[in-house]
């Protein structure tokens, strides 16, 4: 089982920041079949990066995605209010998928 | 656009079997494009992948959980189902369904790809 370490915890940062997330595999993820989801309160995750850098429409493009093999990056350039929640990276390069622990962005 | 939606019992006694039904609209379960999967998140926690299936039947399972999980799919009501047999306080979480678009790798086959749509999600809670 692939496991996902995502760092740090929490990310305590300003509007108009960057923010910059990690997720480190412990083994290589297969085509870089690594996804990341953004979760708000009360609501169901929603896809936001698929092949680790296609970001899905519902996203603007202040949301990017980088990275192969092991270590895998999620980048918010400028932070809006609304991008503040929780964020999941998930593997789909082999069974069982797997997702890491999260990293909550709150607002500093 | 296909919406999602998980109904069941929020309260579930332990030893017993947690049952969940995820029905599908604006789009037939019986795509060759897609498998369709359960997701538990417990209170404050991550998110752990249960299962999925495809429409034909064919199902594929989390080996954490495959001795008490079965998925199963109704078709004629564009349904999907979840069954955890022998549940205990462990199994309290948010159930979520979801849509997985599959992908064709040419040295393993078919397999699931990233979960690109959701069900709003439905607390279980287990205890007696």
């Known amino acids: 089982e692939i496991v996902l370490t995502q760092s740090p915890g929490t990310l305590s940062l300003s509007p108009g920041e960057r923010a910059t997330l990690s997720c480190r595999a412990s083994?290589?993820?297969?085509?870089?079949?690594l996804a990341w989801y953004q979760q708000k309160p009360g609501q169901a995750p929603r896809l936001l990066i698929y092949?680790?850098?296609s970001r899905t429409p519902d996203f603007p493009d202040r949301f990017s995605g980088s990275g192969s093999g092991t270590d895998f990056t999620l980048t918010i350039s400028r932070l809006e209010p609304e991008d503040f929640a929780v964020y999941y990276c998930?593997?789909?390069?082999?069974?069982?998928?797997?997702f890491g622990q999260g990293t909550t962005l709150e607002i500093k | 656009q296909v919406q999602l939606q998980e109904s069941g019992p929020g309260l579930v006694k332990p030893s017993q079997t947690l049952s969940l039904t995820c029905t599908v609209s604006?789009?037939?379960?019986?795509?060759?494009?897609?498998?369709w999967s359960w997701i538990r998140q417990h209170p404050g926690k991550g998110l752990e992948w249960i299962g999925y299936?495809?429409?034909?039947?064919?199902?594929y399972y989390n080996p954490s959980l495959k001795s008490r999980v079965t998925i199963s799919v109704d078709t004629s009501k564009n349904q999907f189902s979840l069954k955890l047999s022998s549940v205990t306080a462990a199994d309290t979480a948010v159930y979520y369904c979801?849509?997985?678009?599959?992908?064709?790798?040419?040295?393993?086959?078919?397999?699931?790809?990233?979960?690109?749509?959701w069900g709003q999600g439905t607390l279980v809670t287990v205890s007696s």
């Open positions: 604006g789009g037939s379960i019986s795509t060759s494009n897609y498998y």
């Open positions: 998930q593997q789909y390069g082999s069974s069982p998928y797997t």
């Open positions: 979801a849509r997985v678009p599959r992908k064709y790798d040419l040295l393993t086959g078919y397999s699931a790809n990233y979960f690109d749509n």
């Open positions: 299936i495809y429409y034909v039947g064919s199902t």
């Open positions: 083994q290589s993820v297969s085509s870089n079949y």
């Open positions: 092949g680790a850098s």
